[in-house]
């Protein structure tokens, strides 16, 4: 079997991180790397203990950096160590204890398997062993994950993942210096369609997960506005259409010189072609930051548009003579779904 890498990031760890490496040599874990995050100088016996295995090696951080950062200084190393020989990939385990060393043997055993993937240990959060505020926030970050990127995951938090070679130097760019840059490792894999493989673990929580390093409250706002980055653009950019339409509109019935009926019929096409042109530009361009031909980009957009157009006005009309309930509040809420329709449909298929 080839070689893997072990990474494991660390701060202030416990005793039992020595006897956790042990085993893994044991498991016949030969190369792994010990990240020390800026732990205090109590901590550094433990340290200078593991670094007596020739298994082992530590690279330290004179201040605490952050997991994200962790990482990334991990999968850099790792990248120099495949032009030296030959890896299957790299693990990242967590130092607390929560990942047992029979489920990191069977990542291996998948990893070996696979050519380019992405690799989760995933927990089960239904069991009674898990505390509340691990398995509601964990089923919150999977549900809005599936929303907006369109994969249904278990665990979007775990640390216990394992990387093909081939597709490490895909992650080290991203931006994250928290527990927020794994949650950006799975949008990567997600927007470059590098495959996500889960592997249900044992679920161990010691101590009622006492030993965590996340912050409920900073980390959690930086995960959400990971998650919710290109969403917000998308937002953002349809709210400056909207107001470019208005403003347009309103423009042209003043300049227009003809009937009323038809002032507003060419008023309303001019507006939404000049916006819908913005609108294509800016998402294009800034929210998915599209790299590919204008051409073929453009009129898939310009057909959803349209599609999008006359499926509001049919949904609208048959809900009105449904329902019999005015017309603007059954728009709102049609529209309210289509511009969610539309953000996968430009997200997933239209930009690339």
């Known amino acids: 079997m080839k070689n893997t890498l072990v990474l494991i990031p660390t701060l202030n760890p416990t005793d039992s991180l020595i006897s956790y490496i042990d085993e893994l040599i044991k498991a016949d874990f030969t190369r792994i790397l010990v990240i ?90 239904d069991q009674s062993t898990v505390p509340f505020k691990s398995k509601f926030g964990n089923k919150l970050t999977s549900s809005v994950f599936q929303l907006l990127y369109g994969i249904k995951l278990m665990d979007t ?61 900073n980390d959690s706002l930086k995960i959400y ?24 509109f309103q423009l042209l019935i003043v300049l227009l010189n003809m009937g009323a009926s038809n002032k507003i019929i060419t008023a309303t096409i001019g507006a939404r072609m000049i916006s819908s042109l913005f609108n294509y530009l800016t998402n294009k361009q800034m929210v998915f930051k599209d790299k590919s031909n204008h051409t073929s980009v453009f009129w898939k957009y310009a057909g959803l548009v349209l599609i999008q157009m006359f499926s509001s006005a049919l949904l609208v009309a048959s809900f009105y003579s449904t329902l019999q309930i005015n017309e603007t509040i059954i ?9 969610f329709i539309s953000f996968r449909i430009q997200k997933k298929i239209i930009f690339n």
């Open 36 to 125: 020390d995050d800026g732990s205090s100088n109590k901590y550094q016996s433990i340290f200078i203990e593991l670094a007596k295995r020739k298994e082992v090696e530590i690279l330290r951080h004179v201040i605490n950096l952050g997991k994200g950062r962790a990482l990334k200084n991990g999968f850099n190393y790792f990248m120099n160590l495949v032009e030296e020989t030959d890896f299957l990939g790299v693990i990242t385990v967590d130092s607390d204890g929560q990942h047992a060393v029979k489920d990191v043997i069977r990542i291996r055993e998948v990893l070996n398997a696979s050519s380019n993937s992405l690799i989760l240990g995933s927990r089960d959060f």
């Open 157 to 217: 938090q775990t640390g216990l993942r394992a990387l093909t070679t081939n597709c490490v130097d895909s992650f080290i760019p991203l931006v994250g210096e928290r527990f927020e840059y794994e949650t950006n490792m799975l949008i990567e894999a997600a927007h470059a369609k590098i495959p996500i493989q889960e592997i249900e673990i044992e679920t161990i929580y010691i101590d009622d997960n006492s030993e965590t390093h996340f912050d409920p409250i």
């Open 225 to 248: 506005g990971a998650l919710f980055k290109t969403f917000f653009k998308y937002m953002a950019s349809s709210v400056l259409s909207f107001s470019i339409d208005i403003a347009m």
């Open 331 to 339: 728009k709102l809420v049609v529209d309210s779904l289509l511009f």
